[in-house]
């Protein structure tokens, strides 16, 4: 078994503590029913912001769906002129037997355009 990352981004319509939230529950959960993830091989899971989403921590949803013995962080990204605003990213550290190629990555809304070779376009 090895430990693989599995990425994934969102947008959040605004900077409130009920939509980010939100978004992290939905890329969360999302990430997990892509790839199958067993809750139990989760090593540890990296939240990152942009700098205009601070009205909460995103982990706090991880919590909330029963992450509550997994190392978990959350961070700000790099505040690059013209980079994509109210954006919530997650990597994912996972022990698995997934063939690297098989892993899914999630973008979903406005992340959509960070990766568009990774995007199912039937989302």
Same mark, same amino acid.
């Given at each position: 078994? $090895?430990?693989?990352?599995? /990425?994934? &981004? ?5 900077? %409130? /503590?009920? !939509?980010?939230?939100? &978004?992290?529950?939905? $890329? ?5 029913? &892509?790839?199958?993830?067993?809750? *139990? ?7 990152? %912001? ?12 991880? /919590?909330?769906?029963?992450? %509550?013995? =997994? ?14 605003? +109210?954006? $919530? /990213?997650?990597?994912?550290? =996972?022990?698995? *037997?997934?063939?690297?190629? !098989?892993? +899914? ?7 959509? &355009? $960070? ?9």
């Amino acid at each position: 078994m $090895l430990v693989r990352g599995i /990425r994934g &981004a969102t947008t959040v319509a605004t900077n %409130t /503590r009920e !939509e980010i939230l939100a &978004a992290t529950h939905e $890329l969360l959960t999302r990430i997990v029913e &892509a790839n199958e993830v067993d809750p *139990d091989l989760v090593a540890s899971i990296i939240f990152s %912001t942009t700098p205009d989403l601070n009205a909460e921590f995103p982990a706090v949803a991880a /919590r909330e769906q029963g992450y %509550t013995m =997994v190392a978990l962080s959350c961070v700000h990204e790099m505040n690059v002129p013209g980079s994509l605003a +109210k954006c $919530l /990213r997650i990597l994912m550290h =996972v022990n698995t *037997d997934r063939p690297l190629g !098989e892993i +899914k990555h999630i973008y979903l809304r406005g992340a959509r &355009a $960070l990766r568009r070779d990774l995007v199912d376009d039937e989302e």
